[in-house]
């Protein structure tokens, strides 16, 4: 089929407070820009948005540089339970599981789950899919989410959270992160689709629930996708993935959208970001945290928001 319209693609590996060292950002670019080159190309190759974005998800999965599949941060309790959700704008449907164990790509049960009667599931069920599909058995833990968890143990479990990117300097020192990777695609056929995955805040209560696998955190309609990082529990209250899409469906444009719920953010003195795409391809991003880890393609040229530190609570092209 000939694409209509020209791809857009935004994608995000975290937002948090500093990355430390140019070693720290080089590193990090690369990895969002691998992610942006071949999952644009699939985009150009006429895959669908949703198709776009389980595939941008499952590589940021398993990068152990980023908080999600493999290289999420561990629970207080030692172990990684992940959650993630994807949203087809077009057929206005989200899925998702919360707090699986024991996957290499939670995004791939949210992906199964979008034709499913029953669409969200929590841990027990979504090891129970896991198992009926016959998906292996895998453990996401690498050596730096350990030593963090160790080091964390020792202090009391003083830090609310786990780092963002895992960096063996950032597992060393108490820079707090609010790690999650998200996806928003608008296809050649102008549909929109969004994922986000996460392995949480790092160190947190059994049973915590993130924003990742709720509409808070991740939503697309036929107008807009959003992803949103940060900290899950400031996501929600702000509800920021559906209030910034609803406004833009309701008719407000991107960038008022996302200035308006940004300096909310803001004024509610909350810790997060987002990436957004609309169907007329405008990209957005925003933040009210220090640093946020995302990269695009604007269908002529990649970019990020790596070095963007300069105040403004949200960037578009
Ligand atoms: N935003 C990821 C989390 O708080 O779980």
């Known amino acids: 089929m000939t694409l209509q319209v020209k791809p857009k693609l935004?994608?995000?590996g975290g937002a948090g407070s500093s990355l430390q060292g140019k070693g720290g950002l080089e590193a990090v670019r690369r990895s969002l820009y691998t992610v942006i080159e071949e999952v644009y190309s699939l985009l150009l190759a006429g895959a669908t948005a949703s198709?776009?974005?389980?595939r941008g998800c499952q590589m940021l999965e398993d990068n152990p540089r980023f908080n999600a599949g493999t290289g999420s941060v561990l629970q207080s309790d030692g172990q990684i339970r992940m959650s993630a959700s994807l949203m087809d704008g077009t057929s206005g449907r989200f899925s998702g599981v919360i707090n699986v164990s024991r996957v290499k790509n939670p995004i791939e049960l949210a992906r199964f789950l979008q034709t499913s009667p029953d669409r969200v599931l929590s841990d027990h069920g979504s090891l129970e899919l896991s198992r009926e599909l016959q998906v292996p058995t895998y453990n996401g833990l690498t050596d730096l989410r350990l030593q963090e968890w160790i080091q964390e143990r020792q202090d009391n479990f003083k830090s609310t959270m786990a780092g963002v990117v895992a960096e063996p300097e950032l597992a060393q020192s108490s820079n707090a992160g609010r790690g999650t990777i998200g996806v928003v695609a608008l296809d050649g056929y102008g549909k929109l689709a969004a994922g986000t995955s996460t392995g949480g805040k790092g160190f947190e209560?059994?049973?915590?629930?993130?924003d990742s696998a709720m509409p808070a955190g991740n939503y697309a309609t036929s107008h807009a996708g959003v992803s949103c990082t940060g900290i899950g529990e400031d996501i929600i209250d702000e509800c920021l993935a559906a209030k910034i899409v609803i406004r833009v469906s309701d008719g407000m444009s991107l960038q008022e959208a996302m200035l308006r719920s940004f300096t909310e953010a803001s004024k509610n003195a909350r810790d997060l970001g987002a990436i957004a795409l609309d169907a007329t391809g405008a990209i957005s991003?925003?933040?009210?945290?220090?640093?946020?880890?995302a990269a695009y393609h604007n269908g002529d040229t990649i970019g990020d928001t790596l070095e963007w530190k300069d105040g403004e609570l949200i960037g578009y092209c």
């Open 10 to 12: 935004i994608i995000h």
């Open 51 to 54: 198709e776009a974005v389980v």
């Open 205 to 210: 209560r059994i049973g915590r629930v993130s």
């Open 285 to 293: 991003w925003g933040k009210t945290s220090e640093i946020l880890l």
